[in-house]
C-alpha cells in the first residue's frame, strides 16, 4: 500500500495488475488501483479536480485532468472516508503513477493534496520506488 498525508487528509493507493485484461502478446497491461481518501483534519472538504501523471515503462508520460473522480466530487467531513477503484492500461509491464488532488474547504480555499507515487507492475516485471 502506498500513502501520503496533506493537511491531515490520507490518500492510501493499493494497485493490482489485471492479468486476465492484459495480454503481452498485444502490448496491452492493465492495472486496478482502488483508492481511500479519509480526512483526519478538522474542516469539511471537497475534492473539485484530479491530475494524474502516468509514467510508462520507457519513460514516456501521459497527463489526465477532470473533474472529480469516477463520476464523483465527494464532500468529507473530518473523520469520513471515500473509496474508489479505477483502472490504468499501459503499453508497458510496468510503469508508475503520481498525482495531486484540487480539494476545496467549506470557506472557499481551494489547495491541493498529494496522491501517493505508486509502482505498476506486472508479476514478471518488479520494481521499486527509490
Known amino acids: 500500500m502506498y500513502r501520503a498525508v496533506t493537511r491531515g487528509i490520507e490518500v492510501t493507493v493499493e494497485p493490482s495488475f489485471q ?6 502478446e498485444h502490448g496491452r ?14 474542516e469539511t472538504v471537497q475534492l473539485k479536480t484530479r491530475h494524474w501523471i502516468i509514467t510508462d515503462g520507457t519513460g514516456r508520460n501521459q497527463e489526465v485532468r477532470g473533474e472529480g473522480v ?11 472516508r471515500f473509496e474508489y477503484t479505477s483502472g490504468v492500461p499501459l503499453p508497458t509491464a510496468s510503469g508508475f ?3 495531486r488532488y484540487q480539494m ?3 470557506k472557499g480555499e481551494p489547495f491541493e493534496i498529494d496522491i501517493p507515487t ?3 507492475d506486472s508479476p514478471s516485471q518488479r520494481r521499486t520506488l527509490n
Open 97 to 99: 503513477m503520481t498525482g
Open 104 to 106: 476545496i474547504t467549506l
Open 70 to 80: 469516477v463520476g464523483e466530487q465527494p464532500v468529507l467531513a473530518p473523520g469520513e
Open 29 to 42: 497491461y492493465f492495472w486496478t488501483y482502488t483508492i481511500v481518501i479519509h480526512n483526519f483534519g478538522n
Open 19 to 24: 492479468p486476465d485484461r492484459s495480454s503481452a
Open 118 to 120: 505508486f509502482s505498476l
